[in-house]
């Protein structure tokens, strides 16, 4: 395959996982953004940030691809891209995963902070 052939289905396979896995959290993930966050404006910008991730991240690591030369069969080729790509999706969705999980505890911290300030008992969700 030629350098050009091999980057435009880099291109191709990262802008098809990249648009997938958007497609399969984003439904899920915007409620709880909202829930997270406390109001829209937050949410919207977490929302904007996860989807910038799920292109960007695969993006660079689909880059770093190289260039394989014309030696190589197109079953290598696409394994070497598909790996890539599927490690970009990875890195990001630990990334935005860590970010969820770090505001959900330090919001669960600072209720029951409150809860104990107030008295009251802590709530089943802690």
């Known amino acids: 395959m030629s350098s050009e052939s091999i980057l435009l289905l880099a ?11 958007a497609w399969l959290i984003l439904p899920v993930l915007s409620p709880l953004l909202v829930e997270q966050c406390g109001n829209g404006v937050r949410a919207a910008f977490w929302h904007r940030f996860t989807l910038l991730m799920l292109f960007l991240a695969p993006l660079l690591m689909t880059a770093m691809t190289g260039d ?3 030696s190589h069969s197109i079953i290598h080729v696409l394994r070497v891209i598909l790996r890539n790509s599927t490690l970009g999706i990875l890195m990001a969705l630990v990334g935005i995963g860590w970010a969820v999980v770090t ?4 919001q669960n911290s600072a209720q029951r902070r409150a809860d104990q300030q107030s008295g009251e008992s802590p709530s089943c969700a802690s």
Do not use: K, N, Q, Y
């Open 11 to 21: 291109l191709g396979l990262w802008a098809l996982f990249s648009t997938l896995s």
């Open 68 to 70: 394989m030369g014309e």
């Open 103 to 106: 505001v959900s505890r330090s």
